[in-house]
C-alpha cells in the first residue's frame, strides 16, 4: 500500500498490510483508506502471493475492487499477477477475475494488471503484459512511446512459436511443476519431520509459485539465517520480502526451492531444520 510521504526517497511510502489465508486483511486495508486520503495505491500479489503462498479469494478481489469507491478516482490497485499460470497441481485455485469485479463496482479504471514470462521462458529475455482499461491503457501508450521505439519482435515471434497458444503455455508450465514438485515436497516434509506439533514454526504449503513461507518464533528469523549461513545454506535475508526489508516480527523466512536439485535441497533442509531447533531451545532456555 503506498501513501505520498516526504520522508521516502520517491515520495512514496509503502505500509505493510498483514496477509491472510484469503488474501491481504482487507478491514485493515479498507480501515487505513478510509482514514487516511494520502493513500493512492495497493500492491497486490493475487495468485501464490509472494512469499506466502496464497490464492486471494474472491470476496478479497471484490473487496480490492471496491477500494476506489471509498478512496476515489485516483485509487490504484497494481495487480502483479507474475504466477498466474505458476500452479504445481493439474487442479488449480482458480483467482477471480479482477476486472470483472471492478467494471461491476465501476472502478474499472483503478486496476493496472501485468505479467511476465520471467518465470516461464527465461528470466531477462521474456515477455511481459499490461491489462487496464482503455482510459489507463491509453494513458500508458503515450508515455511508452516515448520511452521505446517498439517491443522486440523478433523475441515476440520467438515466444508465439515455442509456446503457440494457451494450451501451448499450460502443458510447458506442467513441465515446470514436475521439475518443482518434488522440490517443494521435499521442503514439506523435512519441516514436519522435524518441527511438527513442536511450536517452533509454522510454514505454508503452496499449490504454487516460487516460495514457502516460514513462520518462526518471534525474534527469531535473522539468527536462524545466520545459523543457516555459518553451516553453508543461504537463505533469503530476513525481512526481505517485507517493505524496507523490515519484517515487524523478526519471524518470517522465505524459502526458495527451485533453484538447488534435490540432493542438495535435502542437505539444506536438514541444516535449516537444526538451525530452528538451535535458535529456539536457545531463546527458550534464555541462552
Ligand atoms: C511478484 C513478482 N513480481 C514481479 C517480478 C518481476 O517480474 P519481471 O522479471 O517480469 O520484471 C517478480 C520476480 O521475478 C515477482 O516475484
Not at 23 to 36: I, Q
Not at 165 to 175: I, P, S, T
Request: proline content about 6%; charged content about 20%; some cysteine.
Amino acid at each position: 500500500m503506498t501513501a505520498t510521504s516526504p520522508s521516502s526517497k520517491t515520495g512514496i511510502e509503502m505500509l505493510p498490510v498483514p496477509m491472510t489465508e484469503t488474501g491481504p486483511d482487507m478491514d485493515v486495508v479498507e480501515g487505513r483508506v478510509s482514514a487516511d486520503p494520502t493513500i493512492k495505491g495497493i500492491w497486490c500479489v493475487p495468485k501464490y502471493s509472494n512469499p506466502t503462498g496464497q490464492v486471494y479469494s474472491a470476496k478479497t478481489v471484490e473487496r480490492l475492487a471496491g477500494l476506489a469507491t471509498i478512496a476515489g478516482a485516483h485509487f490504484r490497485i497494481m495487480w502483479d499477477n507474475a504466477y498466474v499460470v505458476h500452479d504445481l497441481d493439474d487442479d488449480p485455485p482458480v483467482l477471480a477475475n479482477v476486472m470483472d469485479a471492478c467494471r461491476q463496482q465501476g472502478t474499472g479504471d483503478s486496476v493496472v494488471q501485468f505479467a511476465s514470462t520471467s518465470k516461464v521462458t527465461w528470466a531477462g529475455a521474456g515477455l511481459s503484459w499490461m491489462a487496464g482499461s482503455t482510459a489507463t491503457l491509453d494513458r500508458f501508450r503515450q508515455r511508452l512511446q516515448v520511452a521505446t521505439i517498439g517491443p522486440d519482435k523478433v523475441n515476440q515471434l520467438r515466444h508465439v512459436r515455442f509456446l503457440g497458444n494457451l494450451d501451448g503455455v499450460r502443458a510447458h508450465m506442467r513441465k515446470h511443476a514436475a521439475i518443482l514438485r518434488p522440490k517443494f515436497e521435499m521442503v514439506v516434509r523435512h519441516l514436519e519431520e522435524a518441527l511438527a506439533d513442536t511450536g517452533m514454526g509454522a510454514w505454508t504449503n503452496p499449490r504454487g509459485g516460487y516460495f514457502l513461507s516460514f513462520d518462526a518464533r518471534p525474534g527469531l528469523a535473522s539468527t536462524i539465517i545466520t545459523l543457516a549461513a555459518d553451516a553453508g545454506v543461504k537463505l533469503t535475508p530476513a525481512g526481505a520480502t517485507f517493505p524496507y526489508g523490515r519484517d515487524p516480527n523478526n519471524e518470517n523466512i522465505r524459502l526458495a526451492p527451485t533453484f538447488p536439485e534435490l540432493s542438495e535441497l535435502d542437505q539444506a533442509m536438514q541444516v535449516f531444520v537444526v538451525c530452528v531447533q538451535l535458535a529456539s531451545v536457545r531463546q527458550r532456555l534464555g541462552a
